[in-house]
């Protein structure tokens, strides 16, 4: 007689996989999502110590300001909706453009007078494969979405549409999520920019004050 008990099965019993779903849906809301904020907040802290208002200055900060929207509003989209062949191709497509969009940044930076320094590197490497850690378990938690998206939603009616998500996060979550993008993302890059502008208008005003200068000494 086999002294090896059975595994208890039933509705009540979670399987493996619910586990492992369980655990990544977790890992995603409150580790990898708040946890995108450091990175986001030490670039910040690095263009500021090498003085981008007077290297690159706006169109840098402003590619900056591009590639954060580019990833905020997919974020924004799978907060509110559900994961579909819709959602995943605004995923896709995000993930794609902030892509071609960091080169376009470090291109901008490295052709400046700003340095780029191994550190602000370093980080630049978490910002851009952030994203794809998130997209890739969403797809691995959202398999059949995903093969979905591959046959073009043919067996989905909803497939090309928002769905709201059946159970909506709790207010406090998003509310805690809006906090920190507003402390860690738009004040210290809204900072940078009107940094930027500031020193942009600085350099332009002794230019302006000498061709009057010299217009007056020719009149």
């Given at each position: ?109 490295v052709r400046s007078e ?83 502008r500031r020193a942009a ?6 230019a302006k004050d000498e ?9």
């Amino acid at each position: 007689m086999s002294l090896r008990r059975s595994r208890p099965t039933g509705p009540l019993v979670p399987r493996p996989g619910d586990d492992v779903a369980d655990a990544t849906t977790r890992y995603l809301l409150y580790g990898l999502l708040p946890g995108w904020f450091v990175p986001g907040l030490a670039d910040w802290v690095m263009h500021r110590r090498t003085r981008i208002e007077n290297t690159s200055g706006t169109k840098e900060s402003l590619i900056h300001a591009l590639m954060m929207t580019e990833v905020g509003i997919p974020i924004a989209l799978t907060l509110r909706y559900e994961v579909n062949p819709l959602l995943l191709a605004v995923q896709l497509g995000g993930a794609a453009v902030h892509e071609a969009t960091a080169l376009w940044d470090v291109r901008t930076a490295v052709r400046s007078e700003r340095e780029v320094k191994p550190i602000e590197q370093h980080i630049h490497s978490f910002l851009e494969s952030l994203p794809f850690a998130a997209l890739t378990s969403l797809m691995c938690l959202h398999s059949d979405q995903v093969k979905s998206l591959v046959h073009g939603g043919r067996s989905d009616p909803s497939a090309w549409r928002f769905v709201p998500r059946r159970r909506p996060l709790s207010r406090g979550y998003l509310a805690g999520i809006a906090a920190g993008i507003g402390a860690c993302v738009l004040l210290p890059y809204g900072e940078e920019l009107l940094r930027c502008r500031r020193a942009a208008r600085t350099r332009g005003k002794p230019a302006k004050d000498e061709t009057t200068w010299q217009a007056a000494q020719g009149g």
